[in-house]
């Protein structure tokens, strides 16, 4: 791990108010046996000695509520040192998740920074150092509580349990999910005859390994693996060879045109009993389920497939054998590459392909959103590295991801670039050199 923080198995119910501190400073310990002091104990305050150091402190009883904590260290506090206790600040939510019986967790390499997960969101972890000491005391009340009690002049003695001198505040952050990828992409699914899976030594991550290794909530994690089109096979998640992917699609889409179907109505139960023979029929589902949209029309499963993701695959079938495509001639084989009744569109490409309108002819290039890097300015060193000024239109589907909560695209562009106009039109360049 990253950081190890140590909790110990005490209440902390209340933080003492400066005047508590004022009115009862820690008592002097009696002696035990031979003369020598007794670690731990605290002589009992009186209501007279109490009412005396307010007076020295100058503070009015009448303004102050009338019971008094008299605070001493104990025996579990008189060795006890800064670091043995840390303090973590939550937000009413996440204390909620923890009285509803659910965990938070640390997670992290070691040579990553420690974040915080609840069930649904990640936190970076950072020390904040206080210049008033932060003391632990069990059982102890609050003044609204006091006040329900309604007490008369008691003195409440308590021992104080620890001290801190920081503690630790979150602060709600993007997932890191770049790594989940990375992980997946080390063995992926080539088909059931590939020789990679008769190989025992590969790689392979189940559920509890990502949660493991991914700085993440495992619901982020979860509907990582989704957006990833990852699935289940032999219990570990599995990403599929592209090709493969392609070879899966292309079944489907050539049964679709052999059978006359509408794309907005393909029969699962048919597709497994046509193309089973061919392929396993969890790879026939999963290629459904990744290209499509499930429902149920009286009693039967179907699928309605997603014209703009089966072009969008088509088109990075070609572009990812080829640096630079000539955009005319490019749109022109896309068009042809996908089913019949289907139209293409370069709106289809965003985040997946970048086109140049300045070069002559105009050129189109692969750029996955997914292979840039996950920092906030690395991301732009990269982008402006590739291209000196963007427009927002071009670069949006580019940084889209970075955008945390209630922040905008407009406000990243703002934060780590300069605008200015050319031609009439407004773009964006880095604000630092880049080498």
């Not at 640096?323 to 749109?331: C, G, I, P, S, T």
Request: charged residues 25%; hydrophobic residues 35%.
């Amino acid at each position: 791990m990253a950081a190890l923080a140590r909790f110990r198995n005490a209440q902390v119910s209340y933080l003492p108010s400066a005047w508590e501190l004022l009115s009862c400073p820690p008592s002097p310990q009696p002696p035990g046996r031979g003369g020598t002091p007794r670690p731990g104990a605290a002589m009992k305050r009186t209501r007279d000695e109490v009412d005396a150091t307010l007076q020295i402190a100058k503070l009015n009883a009448a303004e102050l509520l009338p019971a008094v904590h008299c605070l001493g260290f104990g025996p579990g506090a008189s060795g006890a040192a800064a670091g043995d206790f840390c303090l973590l600040e939550l937000e009413p939510t996440l204390c909620q998740q923890l009285e509803d019986g659910h965990s938070l967790v640390i997670r992290g390499d070691k040579d990553e920074q420690a974040v915080l997960c609840s069930k649904d969101k990640t936190y970076d972890l950072k020390i904040a150092d206080t210049s008033n000491m932060l003391l632990f005391i069990p059982g102890c009340k609050t003044p609204d509580q006091l006040k329900k009690e309604d007490s008369h002049c008691n003195i409440i003695h308590t021992e104080i349990f620890g001290f801190s001198n920081n503690y630790w505040e979150l602060r709600r952050r993007r997932p890191k999910l770049k790594k989940l990828k990375k992980l997946l992409m080390e063995n992926p699914y080539e088909g059931p005859d590939s020789q990679k899976e008769k190989d025992s030594n590969s790689s392979k991550y189940t559920t509890e390994d990502l949660l493991d290794q991914i700085q993440a909530s495992e619901e982020e994690i979860m509907t990582q693996l989704q957006v990833l089109n990852a699935c289940k096979i032999g219990g570990y998640w599995r990403i599929l060879e592209f090709d493969y992917e392609m070879k899966l699609l292309n079944h489907v889409t050539q049964l679709v045109d052999s059978e006359s179907w509408s794309f907005s109505k393909v029969p699962l139960n048919t597709c497994l009993q046509e193309l089973g023979p061919l392929e396993p029929e969890e790879m026939i589902e999963h290629c459904l389920k990744c290209y499509g949209k499930k429902y149920v029309d009286e009693g039967e499963v179907y699928f309605e497939l997603d014209a703009d993701k089966i072009c969008r695959a088509a088109a990075r079938m070609l572009l990812q054998n080829a640096v630079k495509f000539n955009l005319a001639e490019f749109q022109e084989v896309w068009q042809q590459s996908v089913p019949e009744g289907m139209v293409t569109s370069l709106d289809q490409l965003k985040g997946l392909a970048l086109v140049d309108r300045h070069s002559r002819p105009e050129i189109i290039f692969l750029l996955k959103v997914d292979d840039l890097p996950e920092d906030n300015q690395e991301r732009f060193n990269s982008l402006f590295s590739l291209r000196e000024k963007w427009t927002e239109e071009d670069i949006a589907p580019y940084i889209q991801d970075l955008c945390g909560e209630k922040q905008t695209i407009g406000a990243l562009l703002t934060k780590y670039s300069r605008s200015s106009m050319q031609n009439g039109v407004k773009v964006y360049n880095s604000r630092r050199p880049i080498s």
